[in-house]
Every structure is written in C-alpha cells, then in structure tokens.
C-alpha cells in the first residue's frame, strides 16, 4: 500500500520481536521516523536518503526504541506518561516488572548489564541489550495525547491505548486513512500485557476503541502488517479471544487442584522451556498474577468462596 507521505519499513524477520514496523514520514521540510526497531540496515538505509529531524516512540519498549541511537542529530518525542524514562532508566525496571519480581537489587544488576557493551544475552529476550542504554541517553521531550500534530506537512493524532503499557498508544494518519497499531499486533500469540505496567481490561477496551477509528487501512507493528478495515476487525476478534482462552485455561488448572502459586510452572502464556530466560520467567509471572486478579474480580463466587461461573470466548458466563 502506498501512501504519499508515509513509508513502511518492514523490519528484520517480517518485524517479528525483537523487531517491529518502523515508519518514515516525509513531511517536506521535517523528516520523522515512528519507532526505530525496523533494524540497523533499514534504518540506515532510510536515514542515507535525507536527514531525519525527528523520532517519535510510541512507548519504551525495546522493539520500539532500540534504534533510537542511530539518530544522534534527532529531536526525540515519547508519550507523557513514558517521557521521563530515558533520563531515568530504572523506570523501565519498575514498569517491565523487574522491580515487582526481582526486587530494587535486580533493577540495579540490569542497569549495570545494559550498560556494558557486549554483555552475555539471553536466551529469547533482549534483556541485556546495550541498545537499551544507547538509546535512551537522549532525553525525549513529551507529546500530547488525543490531538493533531503537524510534523511539517504530515498530520498525526496520538491516540492513547493503554493496556500493552500505561502510555502505549497508536498514530493515527486522518489525511491518509491509516492507524498504526503497534502491539496491538494480531499475531498468533494473541496480546501481550504481561509488564508491572499492563492491564488486561484497558487493552481491550484500547484494541475497540482503535478499530472505531475512521480509516481504511490499519498497519500493526509486528508480523502481520497492513490490513484492510474488514481484515482488521475479522482477525481482531479471534486476537482478544486469546485471552479469554486464557482465563479459561486458568480456570481449568485451577479446578484441577493446581495451586495458584504452581500455575507458572505449567505455562499459562508461555511454554515452560522458554521460562529459562529470566525475562519470560518474569512475565510469566506476572501475567498469571493479572489473570488472577481479573478473575477474582470478575467472577462471582458461592458461599463458601468456590467460583461460581467461568468466562466463555464471547464474554457471556456459564456455570461452574
């Protein structure tokens, strides 16, 4: 799909994370680029046809920042709920969940890792990368949330969608009929909430609010790219299923005696094998801590507390 002011950058392994979708916007005499986690050779690439004036990020997350160092001369913009990470890289800690699964001496050892070139990696994540420090050593200045934005002749509009992160939000293109999702991906392992920061009900209630938008064209960031308006809301439907189908497992290991503390053992959201990354262990974790507390807070119980109704995929309940 082309779009006159507006380039995709598809990133390495089709924007599969650790990469994602980056966009260059040609806004004639202001030149931007909309997440950086396209990969160094794309990236360069793009940058060797003009100078670029601007990064826009759409939250902290690495696949989406990763690149940011590769514009030394750029003016760089994050969210306003996000923008005081880059001076302050231990929020990143307290908000992926370093913090509420590690503690404060595991936010420090991943600080000190980060900023040490060529240090040991993990196994599925890129825990350790130095991009992390390299990227974020540009303070960033905030944009605001909801309003049109003129970067030179390109109009965005940043609509906050909280839920993936409490800052996360999508760039929506009026004049080119185009929303950029971001992780709001569609891909097969359904939505991803799983940091201190996430929440499981803001982002489904963010994934309708984007696909209410006025566009034609919606563009994710990872995987499976540009879809038309029908595709879009055909595929969002079966992606929050997901997680549903998550509550319905939880659910099931729960009636079978697992304890809520073993859940993460049995790998609610992802395989046990990948949990030897401490990242993945982390996340683990912590997603089956939200499910939880959704169902708990969801769910009406008996009198003697035992749960009374389960979830089914399309929201409505059926008896225990």
């Known amino acids: 799909m082309f779009f006159e002011?507006?380039?995709v950058i598809t990133g390495s392994g089709n924007s599969k994370f650790p990469a994602c979708t980056s966009l260059f916007l040609d806004g004639g005499d202001v030149a931007a680029v909309l997440d950086t986690g396209a990969g160094p050779d794309a990236l360069v690439k793009a940058k060797a046809e003009r100078r670029v004036d601007i990064v826009v990020n759409t939250h902290y997350h690495f696949d989406h920042i990763c690149g940011n160092y590769l514009f030394p001369d750029a003016v760089f913009y994050l969210n306003q709920l996000e923008v005081k990470c880059f001076a302050d890289l231990s929020q990143v800690g307290n908000w992926l969940g370093i913090r509420e699964i590690y503690g404060n001496k595991g936010v420090e050892a991943w600080l000190e890792k980060v900023a040490t070139p060529g240090y040991s990696q993990c196994?599925?994540?890129?825990?350790?990368?130095h991009e992390w420090w390299m990227s974020s050593r540009v303070p960033a200045i905030a944009y605001d949330y909801d309003q049109d934005w003129q970067i030179g002749n390109v109009r965005v509009r940043m609509i906050h969608a909280p839920g993936h992160t409490r800052g996360f939000c999508c760039p929506f293109f009026p004049d080119e009929g185009l929303v950029y999702t971001g992780d709001i991906d569609l891909t097969d392992f359904g939505p991803w909430y799983f940091g201190s920061d996430g929440n499981i009900k803001d982002f489904i209630a963010?994934?309708?609010?984007i696909a209410q938008l006025d566009v034609a064209?919606?563009?994710t960031g990872h995987q499976v790219g540009m879809c038309s308006r029908t595709h879009f809301l055909l595929k969002l439907d079966e992606y929050l299923a997901k997680i549903y189908k998550r509550q319905e497992r939880l659910l099931d290991l729960l009636n079978s005696g697992i304890s809520p503390e073993e859940i993460p053992a049995h790998g609610l959201l992802y395989p046990p094998k990948f949990q030897s990354d401490p990242w993945i262990a982390m996340w683990e974790r912590i997603g089956v801590r939200k499910h939880l507390e959704w169902l708990r807070e969801e769910q009406p119980r008996n009198v003697d507390g035992g749960l009374l109704v389960r979830p089914?995929?399309?929201?409505?309940m059926e008896s225990v």
Do not use: E, K
């Open 5 to 7: 002011r507006i380039r």
């Open 123 to 129: 196994s599925y994540t890129p825990a350790h990368r």
């Open 206 to 209: 963010s994934a309708h609010r």
């Open 217 to 219: 064209w919606f563009l």
């Open 312 to 316: 089914m995929l399309n929201g409505s």
